[in-house]
Structure formats: C-alpha cells, structure tokens
C-alpha cells in the first residue's frame, strides 16, 4: 500500500469513529475489565442487538474481554538468554 493509502483509511476511520454514538463515559474497557458481571451483560446485549448498543460500546466490551482472557500481555515465563547445553 502506498503512504497516501494508508494515510487516507486512517483518516477515514478517524472520521467515522468520531461520528459514532458515544456511550456512558464510565464505560470504558478497564472498568468493563474490572467488572466481570457487567462485563457478560453487555456481551449479552451486543450479541443480541449490536445496532442498538452501538460499535464503539461492543469494541469496548470485546477488547475488555480480551484484557481479561489474556492478561496485560507480560508472560509469567520468559527463557534466559543464554542457551543452555543439555
């Protein structure tokens, strides 16, 4: 793709995000995170009517869902730099 390409869908999607309907300023991803009950009741509701609730709150129910399953992406385990021989 070419700069001017790329350049024009980003300003594109900038644009349209900034026309979509804006929901409760307390539902952003890390408090839906941080309420796993609030959290299934709005996937329900996406699920059932997405046009109703809008894209924006559905994209955020699903990136918080996704912080949920895999965690702040920092893994428990990481091999040393140095190989060892076995």
Request: positive net charge.
């Amino acid at each position: 793709m070419s700069p001017f390409n790329i350049f024009a869908s980003l300003s594109l999607a900038t644009l349209l995000a900034s026309c979509g309907q804006s929901s409760a300023p307390g539902e952003t991803v890390e408090s839906l995170a941080a309420d796993p009950e609030r959290l299934k009741e709005l996937r329900q509701q996406c699920k059932l009517n997405r046009a109703k609730l809008g894209d924006e709150l559905c994209n955020r129910v699903a990136e918080a869902t996704n912080r949920r399953f895999f965690g702040n992406g920092k893994v428990p385990y990481t091999l040393p730099k140095e190989s060892s021989n076995f």
